[in-house]
């Protein structure tokens, strides 16, 4: 493990956003490392306002696709809203549908089956929407390099609009119109939208078309939110600002889907961390273990009693999914080591009943033990399916994109993808795959890293410090969580080990003779405890988070590493 610290900003900036916003030099040089230079920025960052939004049409193909659908209403013509089945697709069904259909009776949404579709825009979603005589569909989410499905649809007199935030391939589909800020000639000034993103320009540039209030769609940020959280996109730019107002909306006045869930986990309010971790895995687990379409009636339900009871439905797939996840991550650690390749570069496992809604579950837990770029392929019909997962600094997409030769199709971004070949091709591609990365990666991205913002001595850790970190929020990609970097700790003599298993860490540090002691939590790092002798010194990297016990609130350390003091630290 690497300790690495981030750039330090330019000592000019930081001179003048502790004069100009009269904060600490601590505070100055993380919003400095966060690219914000001056006063506007900072006020800009710490109040995300929806009128810092873009116009919608300065999207490539927004007045095509706000025509056609203008025209489908005029028409009376029957749309489909299409998705993919993980968080942001559904939360994009979710969000179109439920906007489009007061106006237009007759609009129908539509997941793709995991298991006998697959990914994207499928043959036989396309040949349901012509049974339907349906002439319109909104792919949400995927369809960027759908060229052939579109031509097809095309074909049948079906339009398309694509609403896709993915990587484009070398050509585009022929849709009415295509809707992705990541194309070459798309001059829209934000491309990290994720799908349910896209889908809110759309619905913000019908609106803005028809001259309605922007304040109509302030309901509709909790999906966008949850999107975002889910789908691991920036939180920067626009996304902040979605993210920041769509949180607001899940915490005071949450959609009935939403609330369900929070009832279940029992949560009266919501970070964007427990959008990762509680809403969003249960979304996703509906496509995973059964239909995407259950997240879609979900998130599209009214009544709070009936939505209660499809978030019970849905909690038990989560459970399901625990065990499925668990048993297949053993699996494949086990066919790593039978097949004696601890010291490879990559990983690529592969079994044919490995259950498909998990396996990018499953590529996520093996870089935890193997830091490396990883596959995890299933049998998928007459096909294999894998869902990748890379490493920091690492980009599978391209190594993918060199390993084409042997892929079918592929999709994705710089950390996550997903990918199909025929069955015939899996050890040709696995060691091409390898060869690939072999040549492309450096020895220091196979070192697991954990970088930290600056470094801070505990007594600058007090409750007007931790107000104004916390006001940081939303965190995420491009905005993390700040981590500090403490140096010569030593805890009161009373750490322990605790957990099930002894598994997590728990420990009271002061420095010197300060008086000033804090509580310290290391999750999974229980087998640090040696380290904590009373005598012994340790330098810690964590965040600073709230604690709440007997309904008493204290700040504590969130321990993400600790090792023994070095002298020049």
Known sequence: MIWTPKTTPNTTE??????????????????????????????????????????????????????????AFQNKENILVYGDYDVDGTTSVA??????????????????DRYKEGYGLSIAGIDYAKSKNISLIICLDCGIKAIEKVDYA????????????HRPGQNIPKAIAVLDPKQNDCHYPFDELCGCGIGFKLIQALHQNANKNFKDLIPYLDLVATAIGSDIVPITGENRILAYHGLQV?????RPGFKAIMNIAKKDELTITDVVFIIGPRI????????????????????????????????????????TDKTITEEALEQIKYLKEEDRKTTVVYHESWHKGVIGIVAS?????????????????????????SVYGFDIYNALEASSEFIEQFGGHKYAAGLTIKEENYKIFKQKFNDVVSEQIEDHQLIKRLVYDIELDLKDITPKFFR????????????????????????????????????????KLFKNKNPFKIDGIGFNLGQKLKYLNQKSKVDV??????????????????????????QNA
């Open 154 to 165: 095309n074909s049948l007199g079906i339009d398309i609009i694509i609403c896709d935030h």
């Open 541 to 566: 990297l964590a965040t600073i988070d709230e604690n709440e016990w007997n309904n008493q609130i204290s700040l504590q350390l969130k321990i993400k590493d600790l090792k023994p003091h070095t």
């Open 468 to 507: 104004i970190i916390k006001q940081f929020a939303p965190f995420g990609p491009g905005n993390m969580k700040p981590v500090f970097r403490f140096n010569g700790l030593q805890d009161t003599g009373f750490a322990k080990a605790v957990g099930k298993e002894k598994e997590h860490l728990k420990c």
């Open 14 to 71: 930081v001179n003048a956003l502790v004069e100009g916003l009269k904060v600490s030099r601590s505070i100055a040089t993380l919003l400095a490392q966060r690219g914000i230079t001056n006063f506007e920025e900072a006020k800009a960052f710490f109040r995300p306002d929806l009128s810092q939004l873009h116009n919608p049409f300065l999207m490539k193909g927004m007045e095509n696709a706000v025509n056609r659908i203008n025209q």
């Open 365 to 389: 837990r093996l870089t935890e033990t193997y830091y490396r770029p990883t596959l995890v392929f299933t049998k998928s019909g007459d096909y294999l399916s894998a869902s990748a997962r």
């Open 95 to 112: 969000l179109v549908y439920s906007y489009l259909k007061p106006f237009h009776n007759q609009t129908n949404a539509y997941i793709p």
């Open 284 to 323: 996703n687990l509906a496509g995973r273990m059964e239909h995407g379409l259950h997240a879609v009636n979900l998130l599209t339900e009214t009544d709070l009693v009936e939505a209660q009871e499809k978030a019970k439905t849905i909690n038990d797939y989560n459970l399901e999914r625990r065990y």
């Open 250 to 254: 899940l915490n005071k006045n949450p």
